[in-house]
């Protein structure tokens, strides 16, 4: 997974990705999902999310995500 500090906040379009790389950082973060649908996969656990859902990321845990 790729380190990354610094990145308290963002809004990702993800639509034209296949997955996001796997990457950690020491905050923790928060995903709420505007739209679409597809899983987050948080420490090895796959979560499946869709418009609404709402994902707590502990800090230091490696993630990413996989759009549908």
Request: net charge negative; proline share 10%; aromatic share 10%.
């Amino acid at each position: 997974p790729i380190y990354r500090p610094n990145e308290s906040f963002s809004i990702a379009d993800m639509s034209n990705l296949t997955f996001s790389e796997p990457h950690y950082h020491p905050e923790n973060e928060i995903y709420f999902i505007l739209q679409g649908n597809g899983l987050v996969v948080v420490g090895g656990q796959e979560i499946p999310v869709q418009r609404g859902s709402m994902v707590v990321i502990p800090s230091n845990i490696a993630h990413f995500t996989i759009p549908e």
